[in-house]
């Protein structure tokens, strides 16, 4: 499935690019934005630039502007991405009440970058100027009083000024008398549409969560026997981690590993997040069918060999990562690198280290392309027996069609 939203750079005095503004859009055909659901609209930008793609790739190692609702600052959804990259954009829309304040004031201690959106200075926006790092003017239609007001001030508080919505020379020109640092708008570049690719989470696996997430008796292994199900969200929470754990200090082999790292709290954020996306309903994608397949195949002849279900779980998950990442393309290494996975699955993967991962990838893939001497060749080789292995094939089978049965 893809998803779009329109990236339009900012730039600084000297004409460098040093953040993108990250705006919805609900096709690939540039048109001014139309949707009245700013949460969903949000979330949607955030699930498709963060977690539904290659944020390196869609930022080019820059800052990103996201807009922010009143719903997204009270439930402190940057906390779930990176203060790096993230800059919080609060909309005009949005009032000062001392709620808002202190949420803006908590995502502050955290270190998190704030801008305000098309501000204009009046006795009910002044309060924002507070927790404000960047302040954006619109010199495009906003008058010549206002915006002479709001830079003065801004000037006073030594509050950053982007100037937006430029068209021409000029505007740039009297935008840097006032003392604008950055620019946007058409004079330099038009919003470009980028498309992000990504299996989109199966709405049974989120109404699953829903209906256990908020129970105080829910426990992490619960929530990843979910989770691990459906290759969409998978790959999702291993970009939240990666994007909550810049260190990369413990390698991930599990869902529940990945769970317990970023803790129940946030867990439930991001679950709904997720949730806010629009969730495919109709057939589920044949990557995220073949992806489960894979996972139970791989766990299930990891358990013949080794019997231990704990350390076949990094097994699941190497199945559900070959599916969703192509392994042929010049890029994958990259991808995997970026992900916090274990180095077994990643050397598995990319097929640098011929041991019992690789092993048990490859006879899974074999027996999906009927590929019988590379069998023969594992069943000798651990001493597992073929009517054994083409049962379990069977069971997984029969397994991957039930689930898709309940979506």
């Known amino acids: 499935m893809e998803s779009y939203f329109a990236r339009q750079p900012i730039f600084d005095l000297w004409d460098n690019t040093v953040a993108y503004e990250l705006l919805y859009r609900k096709t690939p055909v540039p048109a001014p934005y139309s949707e009245n659901d700013g949460d969903m609209s949000t979330a949607e930008v955030i699930n498709s630039s963060f977690f539904g793609g290659e944020p390196e790739f869609m930022f080019d190692g820059k800052r990103a502007f996201v807009n922010f609702t009143e719903n997204h600052l009270l439930s402190k959804t940057a906390l779930l991405l990176p203060k790096d990259t993230l800059v919080i954009e609060i909309l005009e829309t ?3 009440t001392d709620e ?7 995502l502050k201690e955290q270190e998190y ?3 305000l959106d098309d501000y204009e200075l009046n006795d009910g926006t002044e309060p924002f100027l507070e927790i404000a790092d960047i302040v954006k003017i ?3 239609n906003s008058s010549k009083e206002v915006i002479e007001k709001t830079a003065k001030i801004c000037r006073e508080k030594k509050i950053k000024i982007l100037a937006e919505k430029l068209e021409t020379k000029e505007m740039v020109e009297y935008a840097k008398s006032l003392g604008a640092v950055y620019f946007q708008g058409f004079y330099y570049e038009r919003p470009l549409i980028v498309t992000a690719q990504g299996c989109t989470p199966m709405a ?13 008796k829910v426990d992490f292994k619960e929530i990843s026997e979910i989770i691990e199900q459906d290759a969409a969200m998978t790959l999702k929470l291993l970009r939240l981690v990666n994007a909550l754990r810049m260190d990369n200090a413990e390698q991930i082999s599990s869902v529940m590993q990945a769970v317990q790292l970023i803790g129940l709290r946030r867990t439930r954020e991001w679950v709904h997040l997720m949730g806010l996306q629009r969730i495919k309903t109709d057939a589920p994608d044949e990557t995220i069918t073949r992806a489960f397949f894979r996972a139970k195949f791989c766990e299930s002849l990891a358990m013949r060999i080794i019997r231990r279900k704990k350390e076949s779980k990094e097994y699941y998950l190497m199945g559900l990562m070959s599916a969703i990442i192509d392994l042929k393309s010049k890029d994958s290494n990259a991808i995997m690198n970026k992900l916090s996975i ?8 990319s097929g640098e280290n011929q041991g019992m991962f690789y092993d048990v990838l490859n006879v899974v893939v074999s027996y999906e392309k009927a590929e019988w001497e590379v069998v023969d060749h594992f069943n000798a080789t651990y001493g597992t027996d073929e009517n054994v292995l083409a049962n379990d094939y069977v069971e997984c089978i029969k397994a991957t069609e039930e689930l898709m049965k309940m979506v």
Do not use: P, Y
């Open 94 to 96: 949005v009032e000062a």
């Open 100 to 106: 808002i304040l202190q949420a803006c004031r908590d």
């Open 113 to 115: 970058t704030i801008a």
């Open 138 to 140: 619109d010199f495009l």
């Open 204 to 216: 049974q696996t989120f109404f699953r969560l829903m209906g256990i997430i908020h129970d105080d």
């Open 342 to 349: 274990s180095d077994n699955i990643k050397a598995a993967l």
